[in-house]
T-cell receptor
Framework: DTGVSQDPRHKITKRGQNVTFRCDPI?????LYWYRQTLGQGPEFLTY????????KSRLLSDRFSAERPKGSFSTLEIQRTEQGDSAMYLC???????????FGQGTRLTVV | GQQLNQSPQSMFIQEGEDVSMNCTSS?????WLWYKQEPGEGPVLLIA?????ELTSNGRLTAQFGITRKDSFLNISASIPSDVGIYFC???????????FGQGTRLTINP
């Protein structure tokens, strides 16, 4: 098992463009989380899935953000009409059933210019 | 909302010294986790704590779950250069799946 995998590692986009990130969790983990981290801060929760169901969304997740996990395996996070304030590291994590220990991927660093 | 206050924000130490950092919460948590993050990478889980008063070690790292369930600390003994990084505490309360993170402690080691 190679751990949580995120793609791409880096993304530079122009303001107003749409971007999509992918996360592949650890294979036996049924819970998948998205966090956002800005410089000098700890990660902030965005949303999480249990299998294919999206069970919680943070108020940080504006209507320009959408996350999916259609088959309960990989997940995508899409940001529409990107703004400069969206520039951050987007982290994906997964955890095993009934376990709070979350294992993180290497993140996708988004820069909006 | 829940907030975690982590201190100190940064530490500059000599190789071989012991390190201590702590985290306090405005509310009770039933799980405390400690992570380490290096530049450009995601956080790596170091230690997980599940019971008030629990003391857990992982090599040179030792962490404790505070009796009040509102705090936790992490100690690193005999620091080495590869300990450099940012250490984050994270907690979750009963029934919640999300983690709340502290602001991090940046550790710098002078050889």
């Amino acid at each position: 098992d190679t751990g949580v995998s995120q793609d791409p590692r880096h993304k530079i986009t122009k303001r107003g463009q749409n971007v999509t990130f992918r996360c592949d969790p650890i294979s036996e983990h049924n819970r998948l989380y998205w966090y956002r981290q800005t410089l000098g801060q700890g990660p902030e929760f965005l949303t999480y899935f249990q299998n294919e169901a999206q069970l919680e969304k943070s108020r940080l997740l504006s209507d320009r953000f959408s996350a999916e996990r259609p088959k309960g395996s990989f997940s995508t996070l899409e940001i529409q009409r990107t703004e400069q304030g969206d520039s951050a590291m987007y982290l994906c994590a997964s955890s095993a059933p009934l376990n709070t220990e979350a294992f993180f991927g290497q993140g996708t660093r988004l820069t909006v210019v | 909302g829940q907030q975690l206050n982590q201190s100190p924000q940064s530490m500059f130490i000599q190789e071989g010294e012991d390190v201590s950092m702590n985290c306090t919460s405005s509310s009770i948590f039933n799980t405390w986790l400690w992570y380490k993050q290096e530049p450009g990478e995601g956080p790596v889980l170091l230690i997980a704590l599940y019971k008030a008063g629990e003391l857990t070690s992982n090599g040179r790292l030792t962490a404790q779950f505070g009796i009040t369930r509102k705090d936790s600390f992490l100690n690193i003994s005999a620091s080495i250069p590869s300990d450099v990084g940012i250490y984050f505490c994270a907690g979750s309360d009963q029934g919640a799946q999300k983690l709340v993170f502290g602001q991090g402690t940046r550790l710098t080691i002078n050889p």
